[in-house]
Structures are given as structure tokens and as C-alpha cells.
């Protein structure tokens, strides 16, 4: 607990603990793959490791594969991507970044990671009881979720746990920006990655309480019998709930989409301050027009709050409403093309050195432009009909998240990597790591928006043998699913990279010859972060002058 | 070039955390408000039987006074220990004496569920008894938390100024509990 209320350390132990979540996401995520390529054939050791209950004759019984599901989008998110992309570069270069000796509340801080860890650790438990995890998707829609097996309730005690952890962590990086930046350090004077990190932070101040509301309605229904989202006369299985109805399952959507909308922002935002910071860095320009893109990274944040209805588009609200959240929808897209045309104008005319960290930067830009661009359709009425709950969505926003947001991440590690061990990550496996994971990643995700148009649903169990408009893509999942264990395999070799250059890289202090505020001190910062408290007197980005 | 003092530093990072925990209390109370208006208003019927016959030993009403009350005296104390009220006696009274009045407020709402509970009104037995529950349930939880964290800053041995700052925060939440209190009261009782 006190080495947690250092920053620096509380960085490397929110990374540590997200990456092995990451691990048992992506692990899940082979799993039930495996089960879509090859529906209801035996997995080998499937019932050595998971039981005779889940996994009879090593086949993935339907029970089972919905709870792989629902905790990869849970674990993936909640307990993956959001605290790597916050808990983690949060934590360890925002008080870097703004010349501070660490974070303004360093206790809560290390409180909100230990509520975090045993979040994360109950609700992964989960699987050891009788009925299993959730299995009600990561969105847990009612009447399913309430009366889904008690893997549910544990699911809702780690939201409400993980939204106490988030608001902490969101307090005190937000404080940090606000009271502890270097003398000279103005706001239009802050790197954008730390603009990202204080949206991220607000959004997750504001928007995670309107699920934990929910959480606690949802939970309520659960055990103490109450009905906030069963409506009248619902039953089961043909016999009639004992239960007061009178409810409304709508309302756990607006609640969740409430948060959950702005959530996906949290996952973005922090990556795209990174590629800002990689982009410039490793192009050796200034970002193009730096205060459109605050503004934009505002913007964006702010407007994230009134986008939610667009998933619950087609569940019979007023044409009125409707036409407000498309929209709305239409318009946040604005701010969007802002940030990735500056980022790719800062580009023009940069001296541009293909690092590794750069690579993945420059990747991301086209990946989130599928993303975002396969949004819009999905934004608007006629066409979400036809592509709601398809694959199609799946497509959309894994290309949002899994080469966004993960190649932000990456492009992370191989830039900060130096700074948190005073070593480089090895440039040649890097190289590997980039072109093995670009490939793979796409052939994974790419087909999901053909085979979403041509009709097939998400969350079906045997990958839609039933259906004959499913019939021609039956033959591609075993291809996207080689492509996912691939994708694995060159993970590998970025983790070998990761341990071995720990201890055998090559050392280097600042090898981007990068300008901001992290690299003013030695790599790794000793405590305290600088010898001497930093003063600023200019802008954050200074690669022109500099002549590089 | 001046360096800003280390306190000041701490003072204003405590203020900004203050205000933007406050900020998601709120987002986190206004979702459990908003789903109440929601359900009450796609509701045909809303029966709010916690209203009408003798809740306790005297007339509801009362008892709200009373809780309104114990919150306005809660804020007051918290002003008087940030040093902005009146001056009246020493400090340490304000110890117990909030204390009395969060543990009186919590104790008020435990007991009227308890009575309401004991006539067969449980959350299950309808959505309005469920949104009572919840609601004032809430108020109760946050009334308590903030008792805990009044009881102890008076009890803290800090330096005058720090304790000062303390009181300032403590009264921004109790205004909070305030404003929470009369919104479930005006939701559920008035409205
Ligand atoms: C231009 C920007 C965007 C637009 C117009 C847009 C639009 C949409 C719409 C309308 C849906 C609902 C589809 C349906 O269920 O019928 C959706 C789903 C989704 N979007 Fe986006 N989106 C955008 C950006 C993003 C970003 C930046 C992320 C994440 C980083 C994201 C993540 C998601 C996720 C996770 C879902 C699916 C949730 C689920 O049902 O499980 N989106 N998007
Ligand atoms: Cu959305």
C-alpha cells in the first residue's frame, strides 16, 4: 500500500494486473472462437479444465459459451483496456507530463487500484459458481440479466466496485492537472495527451455513477425481489415470474448507454492523446493546429453524453427522439475528423522515422477511420435496422478497440518504454509484432462487416448453422479463428520483447529525442520524478526549432 | 518567476477533488431520480402508500422537519469550523453534536423502513415501494458516510488552517445532503 502511493509504481502495477486481464480476455475470446469455427465439435482438454457441467465431451455447451462472451466484452473493457489506457499512462505519465512529483491524492489513487484488483478478481471468480459468470452479454439486459445465474450479481457488486475505483483515480488525476502543474505550465501549454487524459477522467467521473445507479436498481431486482426493470406479466419458460412487475427494461438501457456510450470514448481518447504524442514525437513536428484539437478533444467528450439512444434505436422510441439521437450521432463524427485529419496534416512535411512506436501509431489512423466510418451507418435509422445486432457491429467497434485502441497501446509501450526502464524495446521483434499483429488483426475483424450485411446476428452460439442467409460465412470462421490464435502467437513475441529488453535492451535516456516534460528527467525517474522542479516557458511540442 | 507554496497547492487540488466528487454524487443520484421519474411517468397507476396512514408515532411531516433540520445543523457547524459562521463556543462540540444529528437522520429513515417493512410494504411488494427504498435508502447511506467523515475530521489533530479547509469541503457535502434530502422528499412526498 505505501509503494502504491507512488505514481510511478502504481502505473506499473495497474499495467501489470490490466495485462494479465488482457491475457484472460483474449483467452476467452479463443475459446468461444473456437467453438464458432468448429460449432458443437469437441475441444480436446475442454472438459479436463472446465468441467463436466460446462464442457461435456469436451463440446462447449450453449450455457458456458455466453458466459465467455459476456466476460470477454466485461473483462476486455472494465478490467482491460479502460485501466491500461487510464490506470496505467494515467498514473504514471500524467504527473510526469506536467512537471509533478505524482498525483494530488496518492492514497486514494492507491486506493482505487486495490478496489480495481479485487474487483477484477471477484467478478473473474465468478466462473467457479454454481450456474457460472454473467452470461447476459457485457451490456446485461434485463429481464435476461435478473434472471440470470448469480455470476450476474457478481458481476454487478464488481461494476459498483469498479465505478467507486474509477471515480477515485478520475479525482485524483484531474486534481493533479488542476493544482500540480510545473510553474509556466498553462493549460493550452499542456501536452494533448494530458487534455485526453483529463477528458477521459471527467467522462468517467460523470457518466460511470448513471451505471452504478442502474447497478444498484439491477442488483435489487435481483435480490430483494423488487421489478425496476421487469415489466407486468412477464414469464419464463411459460410460467408467470413471481414478481410484482410493473417495471421497465428501457430504462437499464438508457442507464447503461448513459455510461456506456461515453465509455467507449474512454477507451479512445487516451489513445488518441498517445498517437498524438507518438506522431509528433516521431515525425518531428509540432501537432497541426494544437488548439482545434483541444477543443475537439473536448468537444468530443462532452458531446459523447447525448449520443447513448443511438444503440436502443430501433426499441420503438418517438420518431422525434429518434431524429434527435441521429443527430446528434451524425454530429460527433465532427470532432472525430478533426482530431485524425490534424493528426495526419501534422504528418506533411515531418521528418518521419518508421520506430516501431510510430508504426502503430500510423496504423491506428486508418483502423479508427473504419471504425468511426462504419459508425455512421449504424447512426442512422433505415440503416441501423438492417445492421443492428449483427456482426457489423461486432466489425465496428473491434476496429474502434482492438486495432484503435490496442495499437494505441502498443505504440505506448514502445514509446515509453525507455522512460519507465531507462531501455529500448527491441526494434526488429517490434517489427514483427507490428506486421503480424496488422495482418492478423484485420483478417479477424474485416469479415465481420460482410458477414453483418449479409444478415448474420451477433451472439449466436453455433455461429448461425441454423440460418440459411449464414450458410456462405459458416466457411470463413475457422479462418478468422486461425487468424486469432495467430494474433496470439505474435503477442508472444511482443511479451519475450518486453522481458528481455527489460534487462537487455539497449539503454537510452530520451532515444525520440522527444520534448515534452516525462523526458526531462532521467529514465527511469527517480523519486520525486525531477531533481530539480521544472520550468516552462513554452509550448510543449518543439520539433521545428529544435532542427531535428 | 514565483513558485506557488506547497499548501496552497494542496488546498486548491483538495477543493477541486471536492467539487468533482460532489459532481458524480450527483450523476450517480440524478440517475436513481431520473429512473424514478421514468418509471413513475410510463406508470398508469402509482400508488405511494407510504404517504397516507401513520408512518411512526407522529405525523410524517414532523419527521421531515426534524431530518431537514439535523442537515442544516450539520452544514451550519461545517461552516463555523471552515471559520465562516458565527463564532458561538469551542470547536470540539461540533464533534458530537453532528455526529447526533447524521446518526438521528440515518437512525429516522432506518426506522420508518423498518415500520413500513413490518406492515408488509417491502421493495418486491411494487415498483413505487421499490423507488421509496432505494431513494431514501441513498440520502441515508450518503448521510452516513458523511457523519463518519464530519466525526472525524473534528476528532483529527490538524493545524488550525487545515482543519479550516476541512470544514469548508465538509459543508459543500452537507449542502449536498441537503439539496439530496429535499429532491427525495419533494419526489416521493410532495410531488
Ligand atoms: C463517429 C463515431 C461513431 C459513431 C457514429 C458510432 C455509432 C454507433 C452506433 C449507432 C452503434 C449501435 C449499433 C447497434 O447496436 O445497432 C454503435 C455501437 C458501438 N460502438 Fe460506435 N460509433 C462511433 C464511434 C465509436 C467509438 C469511438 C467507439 C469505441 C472506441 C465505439 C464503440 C462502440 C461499441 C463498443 C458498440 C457496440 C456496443 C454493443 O452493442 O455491444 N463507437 N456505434
Ligand atoms: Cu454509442
Not at chain 1, 293 to 304: E, I, P, R, T
Not at chain 2, 39 to 45: E, F, H, I, K, Q
Request: charged share 10%.
Amino acid at each position: 500500500m505505501t509503494r502504491l502511493t507512488d505514481h510511478k509504481t502504481l502505473g506499473i502495477a495497474y499495467a501489470t494486473t490490466a495485462g494479465v486481464f488482457m491475457v484472460v480476455g483474449f483467452l476467452l475470446m479463443l475459446l468461444f472462437r473456437w467453438q464458432l469455427a468448429w460449432p458443437g465439435q469437441p475441444i480436446a482438454v475442454a472438459t479436463a479444465i472446465f468441467g463436466e457441467t460446462n464442457a461435456p465431451g469436451g463440446i462447449l455447451l450453449p450455457e458456458f459459451y455466453y458466459q465467455l462472451v459476456a466476460m470477454h466484452g466485461s473483462v476486455m473493457i472494465f478490467l482491460a483496456v479502460v485501466p491500461m489506457a487510464v490506470g496505467a499512462l494515467g498514473s504514471y505519465f500524467v504527473p510526469l507530463q506536467i512537471g509533478a512529483s505524482g498525483l494530488a491524492f496518492p492514497r486514494l489513487g492507491a486506493a482505487g487500484y486495490l478496489l480495481y484488483l479485487a474487483a477484477g478478481v471477484l467478478m473473474a471468480a465468478s466462473f467457479v459458481l454454481p450456474g457460472g459468470a454473467a452470461n447476459s452479454g457485457w451490456t446485461s439486459y434485463p429481464p435476461l440479466a435478473i434472471i440470470a445465474s448469480s455470476g450476474q450479481t457478481v458481476w454487478l457488486v464488481g461494476i459498483l466496485m469498479l465505478g467507486v475505483s474509477s471515480m477515485l483515480g478520475a479525482i485524483s488525476v484531474l486534481a493533479t492537472i488542476v493544482a500540480y502543474r510545473a510553474p509556466g505550465l498553462t493549460l493550452m501549454r499542456l501536452p494533448f495527451f494530458v487534455w485526453s487524459q483529463a477528458m477521459t477522467a471527467l467522462l468517467l467521473l460523470l457518466a460511470f455513477p448513471a451505471l452504478q445507479g442502474a447497478a444498484v436498481f439491477q442488483l435489487m431486482d435481483r435480490v430483494a425481489g423488487t421489478s425496476f426493470f421487469l415489466p407486468s406479466g412477464l414469464a419464463v419458460s411459460n410460467t408467470p415470474l413471481a414478481v410484482s412487475g410493473g417495471g421497465n427494461p428501457l430504462l437499464w438501457q438508457h442507464l447503461f448507454w448513459f455510461l456506456a456510450h461515453p465509455e467507449v470514448y474512454v477507451l479512445i481518447l487516451p489513445a488518441m492523446g498517445v498517437v498524438a504524442e507518438v506522431i509528433t514525437a516521431h515525425a518531428r513536428r509540432a501537432l497541426w493546429r494544437y488548439g482545434l484539437m483541444v477543443g475537439a478533444v473536448v468537444a468530443l467528450g462532452a458531446w459523447s453524453m447525448v449520443v447513448w439512444a443511438h444503440h436502443m434505436l430501433l426499441t420503438g422510441m418517438s420518431t422525434t427522439l429518434s431524429s434527435f439521437f441521429q443527430i446528434t450521432t451524425m454530429a460527433v463524427s465532427v470532432p472525430s475528423v478533426i482530431l485524425i485529419t490534424s493528426l495526419v496534416v501534422t504528418l506533411w512535411g515531418g521528418a518521419i522515422r518508421y520506430t516501431t512506436a510510430m508504426c502503430f501509431a500510423l496504423a491506428f489512423l486508418p483502423m479508427f477511420g473504419l471504425g468511426g466510418v462504419t459508425g455512421l451507418p449504424l447512426g442512422l435509422g433505415p440503416s441501423n435496422l438492417i445492421l443492428h445486432d449483427t456482426y457489423y457491429v461486432i466489425g465496428h467497434f473491434h476496429y474502434l478497440v482492438a486495432p484503435g485502441t490496442m495499437f494505441a497501446l502498443f505504440a505506448a509501450t514502445y514509446h515509453w518504454f525507455p522512460k519507465v526502464t531507462g531501455r529500448r524495446l527491441d526494434e526488429r521483434l517490434g517489427l514483427v509484432h507490428f506486421i503480424g499483429s496488422f495482418v492478423t488483426m484485420n483478417a479477424v475483424f474485416l469479415p465481420m462487416f460482410l458477414m453483418g450485411i449479409m444478415g448474420v446476428n451477433r451472439r449466436m452460439y453455433d455461429a448461425g448453422l441454423q440460418y440459411q442467409l449464414a450458410e456462405p460465412t459458416l466457411a470463413w470462421n475457422p479462418h478468422m479463428t486461425w487468424n486469432a490464435v495467430a494474433l496470439g502467437v505474435f503477442q508472444l513475441v511482443f511479451l519475450v520483447n518486453i522481458v528481455w529488453s527489460a534487462k537487455r535492451g539497449t539503454p537510452a535516456e530520451n532515444p525520440w529525442q522527444a520534448t515534452t516534460l516525462e523526458w526531462a528527467t532521467t529514465s527511469p525517474p527517480p523519486a520525486g520524478n525531477f531533481a530539480e522542479p521544472p520550468i516552462v516557458t513554452g509550448a510543449p511540442y518543439r520539433y521545428e526549432e529544435e532542427g531535428a | 518567476m514565483s513558485t506557488i507554496a506547497l499548501s496552497d497547492r494542496q488546498g486548491r487540488a483538495a477543493s477541486a477533488g471536492m467539487w468533482l466528487f460532489i459532481a458524480s454524487i450527483v450523476m450517480f443520484y440524478g440517475a436513481l431520480f431520473s429512473g424514478y421519474v421514468l418509471l413513475r411517468a410510463g406508470s398508469p397507476v402509482w400508488e405511494t402508500p407510504w404517504r397516507t396512514g401513520p408512518a411512526a408515532e407522529w405525523p410524517i411531516a414532523v419527521d421531515h422537519w426534524f431530518r431537514t433540520m439535523w442537515l442544516g445543523f450539520a452544514v451550519m457547524q461545517s461552516r463555523r469550523l471552515a471559520g465562516e459562521g458565527v463564532a458561538i463556543a469551542g470547536l470540539p462540540r461540533f464533534s458530537w453534536l453532528v455526529g447526533l444529528a447524521g446518526t438521528a437522520f440515518v437512525w429516522r429513515c432506518v426506522y420508518i423502513a423498518g415500520w413500513l417493512a413490518s406492515q408488509g410494504l417491502v421493495p418486491a411488494m411494487s415498483v413505487p415501494l421499490a423507488c421509496w427504498y432505494v431513494l431514501t435508502g441513498t440520502v441515508a447511506l450518503l448521510v452516513a458516510g458523511g457523519t463518519i467523515a464530519a466525526v472525524w475530521v473534528a476528532l483529527e489533530r490538524v493545524p488550525a488552517a487545515q482543519r479550516a479547509r476541512r470544514g469548508a469541503m465538509l459543508q459543500r457535502y452537507w449542502l449536498l445532503m441537503l439539496v439530496l434530502w429535499l429532491t427525495t422528499v419533494g419526489g416521493l412526498y410532495l410531488v
